[in-house]
């Protein structure tokens, strides 16, 4: 079946540094891709998507390109702030419309 | 205005009871899930109704019922608690069942069986 890996976890960055968080998928098909984040306590929110092959999305200076040709939707920022310390997950939606997530990537950036 | 809400926040309660957990959009959305997120923050979902429909049904134990009143109202019933069943619950909402929808979730409900 459908499936997303991601990097294990967790990344520990200092401010301003550059990231990336590695997405690969698996899926029949052409699924949409996302990436969403979860502030401690809190529920999750969309960071962004792609519906198709070579789309960008960013949001918030993050950005994830949608790559047919390796399967991938890496997540990438310039450079990053303590306020963007959270787990991101990677998700695809199947053909029945399922979310199906990774298993998250937490984040810890330092001052 | 809280879009997706949930009730209670916090749910501690003993093995072999009963619980619900409530949840509500007021997105205007046609599409509700429910998710289980484990220790580890794995995330699955569990259930999914469309206009009141249901339409995703994991494999999840006959225990957990799903129950939609209206498009806004999406609650989940679990009757016989168990100590695995310790997690936290998130309830979401969508426009509507395209996969390409933004999914909007609540802010959890964290459930403790002792």
């Known amino acids: 079946g459908d499936s997303v890996t991601q990097m294990e976890g967790p990344v520990t960055l200092s401010e301003e540094a550059f990231l990336t968080i590695n997405c690969t998928y698996t899926a029949t098909g052409y699924p949409s891709l996302f990436w969403y984040v979860q502030y401690p306590g809190e529920g999750l929110q969309l960071l962004l998507k792609a519906t198709k092959a070579d789309d960008k999305g960013s949001n918030k200076g993050f950005e994830a390109t949608y790559r047919k040709e390796t399967t991938s939707f890496h997540l990438e920022k310039g450079s990053v702030q303590v306020s963007d310390s959270a787990v991101y997950f990677c998700a695809l939606s199947d053909s029945s419309y399922k979310l199906i997530f990774g298993s998250g990537t937490r984040l810890l950036v330092r001052p | 205005d809280t879009a997706v809400s949930q009730t209670p926040k916090y749910l501690v309660t003993q093995m072999g009871n009963d619980k619900s957990i409530k949840c509500e959009q007021n997105l205007g959305h046609d599409t509700m899930y429910w998710y289980k997120q484990d220790s580890k923050k794995f995330l699955k979902i569990m259930f999914s109704y469309n206009n009141k429909e249901l339409i995703i049904n994991e494999t999840v134990p006959n225990r957990f019922s799903p129950k939609s009143p209206d498009k806004a109202h999406l609650n989940l019933h679990i009757n016989s608690l168990e100590l695995g069943d310790s997690a936290v619950y998130f309830c979401?909402?969508?426009?509507?069942?395209?996969?390409?929808?933004?999914?909007?979730f609540g802010p959890g409900t964290r459930l403790l069986v002792l």
């Open positions: 979401a909402s969508s426009q509507d069942a395209r996969g390409q929808e933004t999914q909007y």
